[in-house]
């Protein structure tokens, strides 16, 4: 069965810390990894990361994968209150396209 | 609003009744999925749909649920009998699938569903 574990749980910061979040997986037939925020309402799309090595980046946030070790981890610098939210690993893998999610990091930012 | 809509928003119903949510996805997209959600979890698939033909059901998805999508438009969850451990967030989501291409999927706001 696919699994994706995130570490860790939960976190809590001061604004303008930087947040290293993890997220781990063993998954047949992997495609791609997907990073979601999730204030109080469904999953908004952050990246999708499909080749090793290779950094996205949108703004404070970035993202890259590890295909070998089986890892991927989402960076957030110069965090803000704003950045308060769970944050959702999900792996694309197999024939079809439903996504396995991990259980998802609750980041809290204080001022 | 061009995104993923779904409806009601909240239900609130007594164990052992039927209830039914609805999900409009963005217009052109082609996959329509259903998930699960629970406080603490991440989002658990239970089934999705390319145009009208339902491709998957997950083992989380019981003989009391059923899902249809009958014009590959919209879509309906109806869940009978409902058990207090029916409670949760189900989220409808939506993609454009072009051969093996995978495309981001995007979320609607989720039904909350409280289950008495």
């Known amino acids: 069965e696919d699994k994706v574990v995130q570490s860790p749980l939960s976190l809590v910061v001061h604004e303008g810390d930087t947040v290293t979040l993890n997220c781990s997986y063993e998954?047949?037939?992997?495609?791609?990894l997907l990073w979601y925020k999730q204030e109080k309402k469904a999953p908004t799309f952050l990246f999708m990361l499909?080749?090793?090595?290779i950094e996205k980046k949108s703004g404070r946030l970035s993202s890259i994968l590890d295909k070998k070790e089986l890892f991927s981890i989402l960076n957030i610098t110069a965090t803000q209150t704003g950045d308060s939210a769970v944050y959702l690993c999900?792996?694309?893998?197999?024939?079809?396209?439903?996504?396995?999610f991990g259980k998802g990091i609750t980041l809290s930012v204080r001022p | 609003d061009t995104g993923v809509s779904q409806d009601p928003r909240h239900k609130i119903t007594k164990r052992g009744q039927n209830v039914t949510f609805r999900c409009d996805p963005i217009?052109?997209?082609?996959?329509l999925y259903w998930y699960r959600q629970t406080l603490g979890q991440g989002p658990e698939f239970l089934t999705y749909?390319?145009?009208?033909?339902?491709?998957?059901k997950s083992r989380l998805l019981s003989d009391r649920f059923s899902a249809e999508r009958p014009k590959g438009s919209f879509s309906t969850l109806e869940i009978q009998r409902t058990e207090q451990g029916d409670s949760a967030m189900y989220l409808c989501?939506?993609?454009?699938?072009?051969?093996?291409?995978?495309?981001?999927?995007?979320f609607g706001p989720g039904t909350r569903l409280t289950v008495l």
């Open positions: 989501a939506s993609s454009l699938i072009r051969g093996k291409a995978y495309n981001e999927q995007f």
């Open positions: 998954v047949t037939n992997f495609r791609s």
């Open positions: 499909t080749s090793s090595g």
């Open positions: 999900a792996v694309w893998a197999g024939a079809n396209s439903k996504l396995t």
């Open positions: 217009s052109e997209h082609n996959r």
């Open positions: 749909f390319q145009n009208e033909a339902q491709l998957e």
